[in-house]
């Protein structure tokens, strides 16, 4: 079923959490787009998710099918402490822009050699 952005978004905002498991990921908009809209995310745990989630997400081994039935049980429950710490991390979330990005690149330039 196709949906439109309107229609993310309100099923987006509706949400306990993302749930983004992934074996091999390219940037990981949908953890981006949640954390900025202030839904938890249980992610994979992968390199560019632990460096665009900035420690804020859940990221479980993404083959540990428990790990995932125990974090999507806990986080359905209305006194979830686990969902409530990450709300509280959620706050200190900044989304990567580009002149961050360009910070970036001109820092590993620079310490290039000539």
């Known amino acids: 079923m ?3 952005d ?3 978004a309100r099923l987006l905002a509706g949400a306990k959490a993302l749930l983004f498991p992934s074996l091999a990921e390219g940037f ?3 953890l981006i787009e949640a954390l900025a809209c202030k839904v938890p995310v249980i992610a994979s745990d992968l390199p560019v998710f632990r460096e665009i ?3 804020i997400a859940d990221l479980l081994p993404p083959g540990d ?3 995932w039935r125990d974090a999507i049980g806990d986080y359905c429950s209305p006194d979830s402490q686990r969902r ?4 509280a991390r959620i706050e200190e979330f900044r989304a990567p822009d580009w ?3 360009f910070k970036k690149v001109d820092r ?3 310490g290039l050699p000539n």
Do not use: E, V
Request: proline share 8%.
């Open 6 to 8: 309107a229609a993310i």
């Open 2 to 4: 196709a949906l439109d």
């Open 108 to 110: 590993f330039l620079a």
């Open 84 to 87: 409530s710490r990450q709300i």
């Open 65 to 67: 099918q428990q790990a």
């Open 99 to 101: 002149p961050g990005h």
């Open 53 to 55: 989630g900035q420690g």
């Open 28 to 30: 990981g908009f949908p």
